[in-house]
């Protein structure tokens, strides 16, 4: 419980820091990139160790493959089409699509074969999402981040080099990043896999 509780006012101090770097800068112009077929730009801010201190970004070869797998998921969101996404996913492990929901690779699969089910409606189709809440203000992850130019990522790493936490905060549209979960990936036989989506 202490760790935790010192834990909080760090972890404060680390988004407020993320959020001055890109409040300095001013939001970025929103866009239209599904017109323009542009692919998201991805953006180091920060990567911190176990202790939350500050590491040198040069000095993190590993962020190269995290950033490859979220640039995948990335452009399967920015072409509505997910089909590869079990592939991304450690077999054993399952992943979380969200805080509370965990699914198996099986799952997974089931899940985004159903026109209606939970990827199509959070991830694709704000229309549908819309529809099964009754939430006019929902919006799908793809049209959300189709008005972003770019995106900054702050990396928070474990011991071992084995799991790191991505936190992502919207260029275009920063008071909407609060929509998108924090990826955590973790590195399995060389690879890296999500062990929790956005």
């Known amino acids: 419980m202490k760790r935790i509780l010192i834990a909080i006012p760090f972890l404060l101090l680390c988004l407020s820091s993320c959020e001055d770097k890109t409040s300095e800068r001013g939001a970025d112009p929103v866009v239209d990139r599904g017109s323009e077929e542009v692919a998201l730009k991805l953006e180091r801010l920060a990567a911190y160790d176990s202790n939350r201190q500050e590491l040198n970004l040069e000095e993190q070869p590993s962020l190269d493959a995290v950033d490859a797998r979220l640039k995948t998921l990335f452009s399967m969101i920015d072409k509505q089409d997910l089909s590869g996404l079990p592939a991304l996913v450690d077999p054993e492990e399952g992943v979380h699509v969200d805080l509370k929901a965990h699914r198996t690779v099986d799952e997974l699969k089931k899940d985004l074969a159903d026109p209606r089910g939970y990827f199509e409606k959070f991830y694709l189709d704000s229309d549908l999402l819309r529809k099964s ?42 008071d909407e990043s609060y929509r998108i979960n924090n990826a955590v990936l973790i590195k399995r036989d060389g690879q ?5 989506l956005l």
């Open 192 to 196: 890296w896999f999500f062990l929790q």
């Open 133 to 174: 809440t009754g939430d006019e203000s929902q919006i799908s992850l793809h049209e959300l981040l189709n008005k972003n130019s770019r995106v900054f990522a702050e990396y928070y790493l474990e011991p071992g080099g084995t799991q790191v936490e991505v936190r992502l905060r919207l260029g275009s549209t920063p």
